[in-house]
């Protein structure tokens, strides 16, 4: 399986992991790609993919294997935050009505991804730019249910994360869609507000007396940064609470590898690794920690580069140490980088770069290698990393 740029794909190739949007499967593992495929996912501002290539273990198998949460119920959920959201911002939310709607599927969530906390999650699906944040929100809600059962959180405390993750971002409805689109440079004005959002969100929710009161944190604190750096508090270490920390760094993870109309996804393996040298500073490390343990930086079928110089394929994931898989030569001998400490992978077979040049003081603006939430419109970045984030992107 290899990840690229949609612009270097070319007919005849197949898809390797699916590509969603508006809640659904547009696009299934399998796929074909044709000539009219490829300019409809442009269309859609998909700018990444994942192919098939010989010798790759089945996609539509790996897939249904790695699968935490039903189609079914992910459809559910985008529709049911999507109708709260749009309702919410015409002024005609009841909730009462509402609270118990969303408060049903949140339960379908966690419910389904208990029977599958043991899944070593393989991250790597696609979504169209158009609904991104009610998918954006679906998906930090699952990651979030996810990493909160491996935290030892209780059921009700996960129903209240769950919820809290599905309407983190629940503020951005008091915020003109074209700010938070706006392909330029923001003036400070335009910052501040985008920050506000954690502000209304947290207004929003805590009126709400359908809603656990702690959900309300998690749109108020999800910015807030462990270091002290983040917004709108600037809250430091365990004066965060506990689930806005688990937030933080699934929101992260889930906008950064997620095509935006301003600039690409960024590869998996990139991004958790901002995230475990953020540890400590951005993030809990706690919560890191046992988020690296769930997630596999390289899913099943990647062709990956050795620091030998050897390359070679995924073929099973290593329960607990996902980032050392066993990786099957080009020879035919089977590595399991577990056990043989001395080799490890240092990147994709064929990595590409994401993209050009970043913009200093835009969403894009890093720290080495991601967001630096205290920097203002006109601050310059710490470095250009290759997958970096900022305030309008989580």
């Known amino acids: 399986m290899r990840w690229l740029l949609v612009k270097h794909a070319r007919p005849g190739m197949v898809l390797a992991r699916p590509v969603s949007a508006e809640g659904r499967t547009l696009l299934a593992p ?22 098939r290539e010989p010798g790759d273990v089945d996609p539509k198998v790996v897939a249904e294997a790695t699968e935490v949460v039903s189609e079914r119920t992910r459809g559910q959920a985008y529709q049911a935050v999507q109708q709260y959201m749009t309702r919410l911002k015409a002024g005609l939310v009841n909730p009462v009505q509402e609270g118990r709607r969303l408060s049903l599927v949140v339960r ?10 043991d899944v070593i999650l393989q991250l790597a699906d696609i979504r169209a730019v158009e609904g991104y944040l009610f998918s954006h929100s679906v998906g930090v809600a699952v990651t979030a249910s996810f990493l909160g059962i491996h935290l030892g959180l209780d059921h009700r405390s996960l129903v209240g994360l769950c919820l809290g993750a599905l309407l983190h971002d629940v503020g951005k409805v008091r915020i003109a869609d074209a700010l938070w689109n706006k392909p330029t440079q923001l003036s400070p004005g335009e910052f501040q507000e985008i920050q506000r959002h954690t502000v209304y969100g947290f207004d929003i929710l805590r009126r709400n007396p359908a809603f656990d009161r702690r959900a309300a ?44 109309v301003y600039r690409p996804a960024r590869p998996v393996h990139q991004v958790l690794g901002y995230i475990e040298a953020e540890a400590g500073r951005s ?44 990786v099957q030569l080009a020879t035919g001998e089977e590595v ?18 994401p993209g050009g040049r970043l913009l200093p003081g835009s969403r894009d603006e890093a720290r080495p290698f991601g967001p630096d939430d205290r920097s203002g419109p006109s601050a310059e970045p710490r470095s250009l990393g290759s997958s970096p984030e900022g305030p309008r992107d989580a």
């Open 108 to 117: 379908q969530i966690v419910d389904e991804v208990l029977a599958n906390r």
């Open 30 to 51: 399998g796929v074909v790609l044709t000539a009219r495929v490829l300019h409809r996912l442009e269309e859609l501002g998909i700018s990444t993919l994942y192919v």
């Open 217 to 260: 944190h998690v749109a108020y604190q999800h910015h807030e940064r462990w270091d002290g750096s983040g917004y709108p508090r600037g809250l430091t270490g365990e004066k965060i609470h506990l689930w806005a920390r688990v937030v933080a760094v699934v929101d992260v993870f889930d906008a950064l590898t997620t095509d935006r």
């Open 336 to 353: 399991n980088l577990k056990t043989d400490l001395a080799r490890r992978i240092v990147g994709l077979a064929e990595e590409e770069p």
């Open 283 to 326: 993030f809990d490390p706690t919560v890191v920690r046992t988020f690296l343990a769930r997630v596999a930086p390289y899913p099943v079928g990647s062709r990956v580069r050795l620091n030998t110089g050897q390359v070679g394929r995924v073929v099973r994931l290593n329960d607990g140490v996902p980032a050392r898989p066993v």
